[in-house]
């Protein structure tokens, strides 16, 4: 049999079976124990059914992973939707641009969802897409409170695992509702499974929106940014930097104090938003000051 690993917790594993529609509470066979090698969330597993009543069973294979990430710790993630609000709370940029570094390290690719827009003003979205598509970025404005937009959100996570992010009070689990709402699965047998008194902590979940695409929420948005790698990497996360990395005078230029540099040309004729260079130069001090404590 196989499925899809949609939560782990205290060494349990619920594994999502699509031709049941339903979830099979695994253990993983100790030989992955031996070989340390632990089961994620948005594992494709092989597994053996213990008991069909009960929907127990042992995980025997996991699958090829096309892509892990590490913090959350997932597998086989294509997209990353992150949702911020346009406004009720405004955009906190530091922080998207940060994320937005997260993803690029790791090569997933990234849709903006600007919640909110029945509030917003036509001023404020143009700003957003100003700001983000010149950036490179695919942008959807959706309002949860009136389902507007919500079809295009889910044909962007149509055949994909998603995971998606943002911080709190931006209309996240809104949105995320909506697009459960026409869900024909057994979801309300699934989550009976799931949420049994034992096993209720805080974690990551895989939520099924139809039968070949899956979201993720992820807990801890705030604490998704790590600046463990080195500064001069630092300008390849930024894709509106791209084109112009071989015009600058100086080979290996980091877009900060070197003469003849072509993107902050770019950045005074108003090709590179000032709101992201000027995020990538605090994130770039950062990185700076943490290499010097270092020596």
């Not at 957003?128 to 919500?150: C, D, H, M, P």
């Not at 080979?251 to 993107?263: D, K, L, T």
């Amino acid at each position: 049999m196989q499925g899809r690993i949609i939560k782990g917790i205290a060494g349990f594993y619920y594994v999502y079976d699509v031709v049941e529609s339903s979830v099979y509470e695994c253990k993983a066979k100790g030989a992955f124990r031996k070989e340390k090698i632990k089961p994620l969330v948005g594992d494709l597993v092989e597994y053996e059914i213990l008991d069909l009543e009960e929907k127990t069973g042992n995980i025997i294979d996991i699958l090829p992973r096309k892509s892990e990430l590490i913090r959350p710790a997932v597998a086989n993630i294509d997209q990353a939707l992150v949702v911020f609000a346009i406004t009720k709370p405004k955009p906190h940029f530091n922080l998207l641009d940060r994320f937005l570094v997260m993803m690029e390290r790791q090569e997933i690719p990234v849709v903006i969802c600007f919640n909110k827009e029945d509030i917003a003003s036509d001023d404020e979205m143009k700003k957003l897409r100003g700001i983000y598509e010149a950036s490179g970025y695919q942008v959807i404005f959706t309002s949860a409170a009136q389902r507007k937009n919500i079809e295009e959100v889910r044909a962007v996570l149509k055949g994909k695992l998603t995971t998606v992010a943002g911080p709190s009070g931006v209309g996240k689990s809104s949105l995320i509702n909506c697009l459960q709402e026409n869900v024909n699965m057994e979801t309300g047998s699934i989550s009976q499974k799931i949420e049994r008194g034992k096993h209720t902590t805080r974690h990551s979940e895989l939520i099924p929106v139809d039968e070949d695409s899956y979201i993720m929420d992820t807990p801890g948005f705030s604490s998704l940014y790590t600046n463990d790698f080195e500064k001069e990497e630092l300008k390849y996360y930024f894709p509106e930097f791209d084109k112009y990395l071989n015009q600058c005078r100086f080979q290996g230029c980091n877009h900060v104090n070197e003469p003849g540099c072509a993107v902050k040309e770019a950045l005074k004729n108003g090709a590179i938003h000032k709101v992201r260079y000027e995020n990538y130069l605090e994130m770039y001090k950062e990185l700076e000051q943490k290499e010097k404590k270092r020596y």
